[in-house]
């Protein structure tokens, strides 16, 4: 071979075997490429449904909400301002960065909005879906929101049950409330019949769907969800914390479908059913627990105080 003739064909060589070497160096970069992605999402699709639904949750922070419902109770405005009186003084500089509401009956709102000094909000326990009219004994949005009152329950299961309010009822007040420009907790939740035969998720659907109806995307930041089973409210019954998970859970569920998930993962949804100083604690560690309704406990300032002030790890 001539000096030329082997120049040439050393440097087509060169050219032959480092192109083989790109080649060879993508194609492997591929495979590792994809023997990763194999692994996060085979992983991601084997750990456990809690770990998965955590990931897409965790940076919605969903600031808690404590609320209480007085019910038929105190007896007396006194006992009323004293009760408000104490619970507000449990909240410190100290307590978890949440919201904190009482809903007190009619006539004890005003007394104990001034007794709390703003350290907390006073809503209403219910209202009637109408404005105005002869309606005999009924209150309005616009009465409760013109004493200061932005939250209001709607659906509580005694209202259900012993007033005999439906689904279209409760689903009236939310409306209502919502175009007053008002906020609405609705209270959802299964009998124990229903529950013993697996049907708390059916329920919830229900009562989500037909409470909700006619409320759009852009009003669900004036709405929380309160999932009370029927079987532990005032019968000293709690649902587990992995129960009280598992149905807020699907309950979310069934927001994404109604709203997307944005505004599900954003929504707050409380837990109700004879919540306790003992209970609360493992309630809210749960990554779908963001809150709770109190009953019985929310007459009690020291032990509604030790639930405002709830410990997690």
């Avoid at 909005?113 to 907390?120: C, D, E, Q, R, T």
Wanted: with cysteine; glycine share 8%; hydrophobic share 45%.
């Amino acid at each position: 071979l001539t000096s030329r003739t082997f120049v040439r064909w050393w440097w087509w060589q060169r050219c032959i075997v480092g192109t083989l070497v790109v080649v060879v160096t993508i194609e492997t970069m591929k495979v590792i490429a994809f023997s990763l992605f194999s692994l996060v999402a085979t992983s991601a699709a084997f750990a456990p449904v809690s770990e998965r639904f955590r990931r897409s949750t965790t940076l919605q922070a969903r600031k808690p909400f404590i609320s209480g419902n007085w019910k038929l109770n105190p007896a007396t405005r006194d006992e009323a301002v004293e009760l408000a009186s104490g619970i507000a003084s449990a909240i410190t500089p100290s307590s978890p960065d949440s919201d904190v509401a009482l809903f007190v009956p009619y006539p004890y709102i005003e007394a104990a909005s001034n007794a709390v000094a703003g350290k907390l909000q006073i809503g209403a326990e219910t209202i009637y879906p109408e404005p105005q009219g002869a309606f005999t004994g009924a209150v309005c949005a616009s009465m409760v929101k013109s004493v200061g009152v932005q939250w209001a329950l709607a659906g509580h299961s005694e209202r259900r049950v012993i007033f005999g309010e439906s689904d279209e009822d409760i689903n009236e007040q939310c409306v209502a409330l919502i175009n007053s420009g008002m906020s609405v907790m609705l209270c959802i939740g299964e009998s124990e019949a229903e529950y013993d035969k697996d049907l708390a998720g059916a329920v919830c659907e229900i009562q989500l769907k037909k409470g909700l109806a006619g409320i759009g995307k852009a009003d669900m930041a004036n709405v929380a969800i309160a999932y009370e089973p029927v079987w532990a409210i005032g019968t000293g019954k709690v649902a587990t914390p992995e129960t009280a998970q598992s149905v807020h859970s699907t309950c979310r569920a069934i927001l994404a479908e109604m709203y997307g998930q944005e505004i599900a993962d954003a929504t707050r949804i409380l837990y109700g059913g004879s919540v306790s100083p003992e209970s609360i604690d493992n309630l809210m560690a749960q990554p779908d627990v963001d809150g709770a309704l109190v009953g019985g406990a929310s007459l009690d300032s020291e032990k509604f105080g030790r639930i405002i002030n709830f410990e997690t790890s």
